[in-house]
């Protein structure tokens, strides 16, 4: 059983910063693929970066530049450094991770940049 629990939310100001954070447990030897994703209510959720197992990152382009991905290296924890933060970027946080071909969710985080 794997669990992914995200953390790390809150409230900030725009041009503000937070830092997420997703705490695996279980069975993620075979993790291929982590992730986060978001999603504002009445839309479909969107990648916002990911990161493979070799190391390879991708990220939307609303948030390059201000937004970077990183793991530790035994996959454990998976982190979300934002930075320079919009009020568009309200939404909760998700993160994602695919093993062994099978996708496990965590619960979300709320985040808010409003002044």
């Known amino acids: 059983q794997v669990q992914l629990v995200e953390s790390g939310g809150g409230l900030v100001q725009p041009g503000g910063s937070l830092r997420l954070s997703c705490a695996a447990s279980g069975n993620i030897a075979s993790t291929n693929f982590m992730g986060w994703y978001r999603q504002v209510p009445g839309k479909e959720r969107e990648l916002v970066a990911r990161i493979s197992i070799g190391g390879n990152i991708m990220y939307a382009d609303s948030v390059k530049g201000r937004f970077t991905i990183s793991r530790d290296n035994a996959k454990i924890t998976l982190y979300l450094q934002m930075n320079s933060l919009k009020p568009e970027d309200t939404a909760v946080y998700y993160c994602?991770?695919?093993?062994?071909?099978?996708?496990?969710w965590g619960q979300g985080t709320q985040v808010t940049v409003s002044s």
């Open positions: 994602r991770y695919i093993i062994s071909g099978y996708v496990y």
